[in-house]
């Protein structure tokens, strides 16, 4: 039905009608008193939502150039990156490491696994000269729906005297993830996941110890220099124009997660996470990631049952039920689908899309306990 | 009055209200059948706009970020570029240049001053091992508004065999700006300008020729890079996550470029500047570019009268009459104020303009035939 489309995929994640009227109106200029308002505002919720003392820039980007802004402003030619690989987006690290020329090492895990610490331990043990300068990682990996350790393992690579640089993209906001805390050196996010507005804005927080690797970068990003951002964003500006329309709808989305409170809506990221994920096993259903401990709390990966297809499981959702989930990417096309339960998601839609997906599998034939995945979606939640 | 604000800076600029409500909308897949159809038609109406049979990338970026996207995709290491300064946005090139590891050199003119293409042939004609590899250039200076011969010094830049790159950031929709009949190897633009949306998203085509440059380029920057956008491009995708909610909205406007017809729209544009300029010079006003042929025809660069600051006239212009213009940038900020008249502007906005600007000078005690100004414009509008 027109209009009646509710996204559970990774991203874009369903939107607010407030932020949605907030970004329909008519642009102000970036360089007035009543724009600067509005970043004083943002970037002062942005350290409160990641938790951190040091500035967050915002850039006028996908996620992927929030990523690009971390090690384009980190790496020199030759350099040495170790990249801790849990499916397409930890991939995406050791592409853009090698586009700005390092040495690219990988530690890869299969599908639905997660880094296990004492390997990225014994590897660094090896690296006696220090060689290793940078070590990437993703933390909730939006391909598999697996979540690594992040505080366990950048603590290790602290230890070892290396930069950590994370992909929080689908992990801030649903999952706690604390860089002051954890130690997290270089960390990225993007808008269009947890800060519940539209894709087209993405983050990026680092410490002292990242400003001194990129302090010896000889060629950092002009679009993504963290000189010009940090210099921008402490006089509540922007280096240049930023997309106004998102910033103005992030400042709402921003005030609704403040009033929320990080905490609890961590808490209910892995309420749904955990009871979609209990439901879709009462009925039979197998996940790409077994470990409920290894989990992301913003992406389920599921297999379909035997002779059931993903494309059917897909269109039917799409067309009877104005549900849309995701494919498997790459090699995990048509193998997995992928439900999204990030951002602006509440109880009711835990429900929904088992429901849904429930006569999806009734639909297609597949034999089960009509009713079960909600009865155990319910109690979870409950 | 709030909601009254009447933008008349360089960018953003007054977006139509259809493609607010199209923004507005809730935010779809962007790996859709319904986003790809959306891709389909924004990329053949681009095609159309910059009269190319090239693909044009967009860029879920600012402005500043197509200029990076193009030389970060041609530049290596100790290349030498040359860059033709008409004021900040010339600038900007030679700092991409040098960020990229370029060696540098600039020729400069005073402000509100064009490039002579005379001055351009005799140093291109010293250049005789060919070193100079790529020379860039701005079609409309947004810091003075004045606007170079593009076309002319294009044809140069390829009769010496190096490669063109423009800055037709507020130039594309208001200005006649061809790249393929006039040779222009590179060419990039902003939405938030000519085009009618908010900011965040930008543009650029490159020719044969720049491809053969780019084959050179050791690192292209992976956000930017050309491969990944050429092969997305046609494929009616993007390589990552895109603004999709300001796709949507550019979808719409250049459904309304397209009827108006592009002709119409420069032709329009050359109009406004016109009665413009002509208008303020009727009533005594300086305009920093005096010729009217080598005046941008979307940003009119005003010097204020004796004893009279730009704050004064800026602030009375917002105040009383909720229009917002431009201070100077850098060393002529508080010297001259910039009257944007760029993209969804009618004749209504020209004589509206002049009006509140009358308006403004008189109560700040300018002595000046009350009404010339208006009735010039009515004039030259006809």
Redesign the interface.
């Given at each position: 039905m027109r209009?009646k489309?509710f996204?559970m995929?990774p991203?874009?994640t369903?939107?607010p009608e407030s932020v949605?009227?907030e970004?329909?109106?008519?642009?102000?200029?970036?360089?007035?008193s009543e724009f600067s308002k509005i970043l004083e505002n943002v970037y002062a919720n942005l350290k409160y939502v990641f938790q951190t003392k040091n500035d967050v820039f915002v850039y006028?980007?996908?996620?992927?150039?929030a990523m690009?802004a971390a090690l384009?402003n980190l790496i020199n030619?030759g350099d040495h990156v170790l990249c801790l690989v849990l499916g397409n987006f930890g991939n995406r690290w050791a592409?853009?490491a090698s586009?700005?020329?390092a040495v690219v090492e990988k530690i890869e895990v299969d599908t639905g696994e997660v880094i296990d610490p004492e390997v990225l331990r014994a590897r660094l043990a090896q690296d006696v000269n220090k060689e290793i300068k940078i070590v990437t990682l993703t933390h909730s990996e939006t391909s598999t729906g697996a979540a690594n350790d992040v505080k366990t393992l950048c603590k290790i690579i602290r230890e070892h005297g290396a930069i950590s640089v994370v992909d929080g993209v689908t992990s801030v906001c649903a999952m706690e993830c604390k860089p002051d805390a954890w130690g997290i050196d270089v960390l990225v996010s993007?808008s269009?996941k947890g800060f519940m507005i539209?894709?087209?804005l993405s983050f990026l927080v680092a410490n002292d110890r990242a400003w001194e690797l990129h302090e010896k970068c000889?060629?950092?990003?002009?679009?993504?220099?963290w000189d010009a951002y940090r210099k921008s964003t402490r006089a509540n500006s922007t280096?240049?124009?930023?997309?106004?329309?998102?910033f103005a709808g992030l400042n709402v989305a921003l005030e609704m997660i403040k009033q929320d409170g990080i905490e609890n809506m961590n808490a209910r990221h892995k309420k749904h996470a955990m009871a979609l994920r209990h439901a879709l096993q009462s009925i039979g259903l197998e996940l790409v990631v077994k470990d409920d401990n290894k989990a992301s709390h913003s992406i389920t990966s599921v297999l379909p049952p035997d002779g059931i297809s993903v494309p059917d499981i897909r269109k039917i959702m799409k067309e009877d039920f104005d549900i849309?989930i995701?494919n498997g990417q790459n090699k995990l096309k048509d193998k997995i689908f992928r439900m999204g339960t990030l951002g602006f998601v509440c109880d009711r839609d835990i429900i929904t899309a088992v429901g849904a997906l429930e006569a999806t599998l009734y639909k297609l034939g597949y034999k089960f306990e009509l009713g079960k995945g909600v009865s155990t979606a319910i109690k979870e939640l409950a």
């Open positions: 209009d489309s996204l995929i991203g874009p369903p939107v949605l009227l970004i329909a109106k008519h642009p102000i200029g970036h360089r007035s006028t980007a996908s996620g992927t150039g690009c384009e030619e592409k853009i586009s700005c020329g993007g269009q539209p894709p087209g000889k060629h950092p990003s002009f679009y993504f220099d280096p240049y124009t930023p997309a106004v329309n998102l849309v995701a």
